[in-house]
């Protein structure tokens, strides 16, 4: 077994030579003109470390680079979001104020061309929430000369008649009610009849013989007879027809867009809804 002092001895031998090894390294060139063999050793053996540290820094750099893009383009995304979503509300405003201003000169248009009825412009305020009943309210009442049994007109067609009488507004019966009857004629034939509602999207025309032609497609209007619309107001079109006796079932689909009311007119006077020769009289 060495003894301590032997193993110092060792231990500075081995540093001796190891100093002696670099000291040489330090003077020696691989080549003339070339690095010394020490430059090398610490090149080679740093070589590896540095190309790990600068792929290493590089993928971190890249890595980085990628979260803050990534991250821009979330906020850009959500600002897109943002901004689609108000262009839509905007374009959902400008449809609907198109909307409006297309029906408004539909109403217009069909002041201009019956000159001749006293009407009274209202809006739709709320809709009856029973299933069975087929009623409206309008914005109008007995402050604005609203009486019961006016009739209540669109430009496409007849919607019904006042039922009841607020100071401010006014219930009107539509045509598809089963309480509901309009006085009515073919537009081609001059076929007189009533049309009257069946509590569902459809009305009738009863009183039409079996002997009297008729064909889907033609329009029913108005006959001005009950006193209530004046004459060849549109009332709907024929859709089916099937012989019976003694009067043919008719089935007519109403010419007024009765699930989309928003504005209406009433007919103010009874004397001016009836028929012209009447009023001549």
């Given at each position: 077994?060495?003894?301590?002092?032997?193993r110092r001895?060792a231990?500075?031998?081995?540093?001796?030579?190891g100093?002696?090894?670099?000291?040489l390294a330090?003077?020696?060139?691989?080549?003339?003109g070339?690095?010394?063999?020490?430059?090398v050793w610490?090149?080679?053996a740093?070589?590896p470390?540095?190309?790990?540290a600068?792929t290493?820094?590089?993928?971190?750099r890249q890595l980085?680079?990628?979260?803050l893009a990534l991250r821009?383009?979330?906020?850009e995304?959500?600002?897109l979001?943002?901004q689609?979503a108000?262009?839509?509300?905007?374009l959902?405003?400008l449809?609907?104020?198109?909307?409006?201003?297309?029906?408004?000169?539909?109403?217009?248009d069909?002041?201009?061309?019956?000159?001749?009825?006293p009407?009274?412009?209202?809006?739709?305020?709320?809709?009856?929430?029973?299933?069975?009943?087929?009623v409206i309210?309008?914005?109008?009442g007995?402050?604005?000369g609203?009486?019961r049994?006016?009739?209540v007109v669109?430009?496409?067609?007849v919607?019904?008649?006042?039922l009841?009488v607020?100071?401010?507004?006014?219930?009107?019966?539509?045509i598809?009610?089963?309480?509901?009857?309009?006085?009515?004629?073919?537009?081609?034939?001059?076929?007189q009849?009533?049309?009257r509602?069946t509590g569902g999207?459809?009305?009738v025309?009863?009183?039409?013989?079996s002997?009297e032609?008729v064909?889907?497609g033609?329009?029913?209007?108005?006959?001005?007879?009950?006193r209530?619309?004046?004459?060849?107001?549109?009332v709907?079109?024929?859709v089916?027809?099937?012989?019976?006796?003694?009067?043919?079932?008719i089935?007519?689909?109403?010419?007024?867009r009765?699930?989309?009311?928003e504005?209406v007119f009433v007919?103010l006077s009874?004397q001016a809804?009836?028929?012209?020769?009447?009023r001549?009289?």
């Open positions: 077994m060495e003894t301590a002092p032997g001895s231990l500075l031998l081995a540093a001796v030579v100093l002696q090894v670099l000291l330090f003077q020696v060139r691989r080549r003339e070339g690095p010394r063999l020490l430059s610490v090149a080679e740093y070589a470390a540095a190309r790990w600068t290493t820094v590089g993928w971190c980085w680079r990628n979260y821009g383009a979330r906020e995304n959500q600002r979001r943002e689609m108000a262009l839509q509300l905007q959902n405003l449809a609907a104020r198109a909307a409006e201003a297309d029906r408004l000169s539909r109403l217009l069909f002041r201009r061309s019956r000159v001749d009825l009407v009274l412009a209202a809006r739709v305020i709320s809709a009856s929430p029973a299933a069975s009943a087929r309210y309008i914005d109008r007995a402050l604005d609203v009486q049994d006016m009739g669109t430009p496409d067609g919607v019904g008649k006042i009841e607020y100071p401010s507004s006014a219930q009107v019966l539509m598809t009610d089963r309480l509901s009857g309009v006085g009515a004629l073919l537009a081609d034939t001059r076929t009849g009533v049309v509602g999207p459809y009305l025309l009863d009183y039409i013989v002997d032609p064909h889907p033609q329009r029913v209007v108005t006959s001005g007879l009950d209530i619309y004046p004459k060849d107001l549109p709907g079109t024929v089916s027809c099937r012989p019976s006796s003694p009067f043919q079932v089935e007519v689909r109403p010419a007024a009765l699930d989309r009311l504005e007919l009874a809804s009836a028929p012209p020769d009447q001549a009289r």
